[in-house]
């Protein structure tokens, strides 16, 4: 992302899920590289060994609680890091997602289908 303030581009390693064509990411809403994407939703990744540019949506609350529980039932260590119970069919208790998406954030990323190779 580039830095609201200083203009510069910012990296962060991060892990993503993918859910119906879309990158899922997510972050601490203590973290401040996420709050970039407010001023400019325009994002850049390396995804595959390739740069990839797209346009990032930051979710909160009711609205990012599919995506999360996405992310928490595709990443069984992320779950287990945020105390989130997975039962035997794979399926995040919700009672445990809701208390801890108060301080998630969730970031979807749709990716331009021409950005292969692009940065701008």
Known sequence: ????????????????????????????ASRQWWRNTRADSSIWLRLAGKERSGSARILRDDEA?????????????????HGVAIDDEGHADL???????????????????????ARH
């Open 1 to 28: 992302v580039v830095g609201r303030k200083s203009g510069r581009l910012i990296t962060t390693p991060i892990s993503y899920t993918r859910v119906d064509g879309s990158l899922i990411l997510t972050a601490h």
């Open 65 to 81: 609680l599919p995506y999360f529980i996405a992310v928490l039932e595709d990443q069984r260590i992320g779950a287990k890091a």
């Open 95 to 117: 009672e445990n997602v809701r208390s801890v998406l108060r301080d998630t954030v969730v970031i979807v990323v749709d990716l331009d289908d021409s950005s292969a190779g």
